[in-house]
Every structure is written in structure tokens, then in C-alpha cells.
């Protein structure tokens, strides 16, 4: 299965962007989904995931109350709509999925366990 984020770009402080997890090979309802990101100097952190139950997801410390997570079925992706965007949220964003079905992973994202797919990320720039 390979993952393909897209949905990046750039946007204003305070503005919002949807940002899609495709995958070619399968389909994603049969996995967890997460979603990283990367900012230039800065390790690769966990920000949110949804199990193949669509049941609790995660969120991160610094995606709760601005990021949601959810499944299109009909298109097959998982999106992750970003509101309220800061220029800290400036990062290059990934899909993976989650082999541990979204159980700790905040903890596994630290340790980079339990992962696999990591695909090309998608840009997004928060910027005035």
C-alpha cells in the first residue's frame, strides 16, 4: 500500500486548509490512518489519527480544537481539516498508517513505532 498526502499550500495566519491521505494498492478503510508533521529543524511529531472504526480519534496537544480528522468513504481518503492555522503549523504533512490501530500514539509517534507507508508529504506554509 502506498500513501499520497496532498491538499498543501500556502495560507494566512488564521486561515484553514483540508488536507487529503489517498492510498493506491488497497483501500483505506481497512487501516488506522495518522497524520504527522515536520517543520525545517524540528523532529517529526504525531498530530492525529482515526482507526478503521471511525471510533475516538487522536489529537494532539496542539491539533485539539482546530484540527479534525475524518473518513470520505466515497472518495476512499481520510482528510484532516486544519482551522484557525498559526505559523508554527508551518510543516511538511504525512499519512502513514498506524499498525497499532491508534492505541497510544502519542507515545509510538515520539518513539516511531508501529508505522509503515510513510509517503511523500504534503507542504503546507502558514504565512502573511
Known amino acids: 500500500v502506498q500513501l499520497q498526502a496532498s491538499g498543501g499550500g500556502v495560507v494566512a495566519p488564521g486561515g484553514s486548509r483540508r488536507l487529503s491521505c489517498a492510498a493506491s494498492?488497497?483501500?483505506?478503510?481497512?487501516?488506522?490512518i495518522g497524520w504527522f508533521r515536520q517543520a525545517p529543524g524540528k523532529e517529526r511529531e504525531g498530530v492525529s489519527c482515526?482507526?478503521?472504526?471511525?471510533?475516538?480519534?487522536y489529537y494532539s496537544d496542539i491539533a485539539k480544537g482546530r484540527f479534525t480528522i475524518s473518513r470520505d468513504n466515497a472518495k476512499d481518503t481520510v482528510t484532516l481539516q486544519m482551522n484557525s492555522l498559526k505559523p508554527e503549523d508551518t510543516a511538511l504533512y504525512y499519512c502513514?498508517?498506524?499498525?497499532?490501530?491508534?492505541?497510544?500514539?502519542?507515545?509510538?509517534?515520539?518513539?516511531?513505532?508501529?508505522?509503515?507507508?510513510w509517503g511523500q508529504g504534503t507542504q503546507v506554509t502558514v504565512s502573511s
Open positions: 482515526i482507526n478503521n472504526s471511525d471510533v475516538d480519534p
Open positions: 494498492g488497497s483501500s483505506l478503510a481497512y487501516y488506522a
Open positions: 502513514v498508517i498506524d499498525l497499532g490501530h491508534c492505541l497510544g500514539y502519542g507515545q509510538r509517534a515520539r518513539d516511531r513505532s508501529g508505522f509503515a507507508s
